[in-house]
C-alpha cells in the first residue's frame, strides 16, 4: 500500500448528482468529518481559495445559477486523501452540462501523473 501511495498519494473522485440530493454529505463521510468542517477548495491550478473567493465561488453556485458551475475545481478536508471534483448539480437531459462532464473525464484521462486522473465516478 506504501508504494501505491508513492505513486499516487490522492483518490480523485468526480461525484455527480441533482441539487439537494446530498453529495456534500457523502463527502462529509467518506472523509469522516463533521458539518462544521469547512472544505478546502483548490482551482484548477491548485491555487487555494481564500475565504472570500471561496464564499464568491460557492455563492456563483447557487439555485439561480445551476450548470454553471467549475467542474474543475477541487474539493478536499484536512487530512483526506481524497480530492472531490464536484458536478454541481447536473440534470437529467442537459446536453450542455453532459458535454462538461465529458470533456473534464476525457482530459483528466489524458493527464501523465496517475495521481491526476479520476479514480472513480459517484
Not at 456563483?60 to 480530492?83: A, K
Request: hydrophobic content about 35%.
Amino acid at each position: 500500500m506504501n508504494e501505491v501511495r508513492e505513486t499516487c498519494p490522492v483518490f480523485r473522485v468526480l461525484i455527480i448528482g441533482r441539487v439537494n440530493a446530498g453529495k456534500t454529505t457523502i463527502l462529509q463521510k467518506v472523509c469522516n468529518v463533521s458539518k462544521d468542517n469547512k472544505p478546502i477548495v483548490y482551482d484548477a491550478d491548485g491555487n487555494k481559495y481564500s475565504i472570500n473567493a471561496l464564499t464568491r465561488v460557492l455563492l456563483s453556485h447557487c439555485w439561480r445559477q445551476r450548470g454553471r458551475h467549475d467542474i474543475t475545481n477541487q474539493i478536499t478536508y484536512p487530512g483526506s486523501r481524497f480530492i472531490f471534483h464536484d458536478s454541481r448539480g447536473i440534470e437529467a437531459g442537459s446536453v450542455d452540462e453532459f458535454q462538461i462532464i465529458h470533456n473534464f473525464v476525457r482530459e483528466r484521462a489524458s493527464k501523465q501523473s496517475l495521481s491526476e486522473h479520476l479514480h472513480a465516478i459517484w
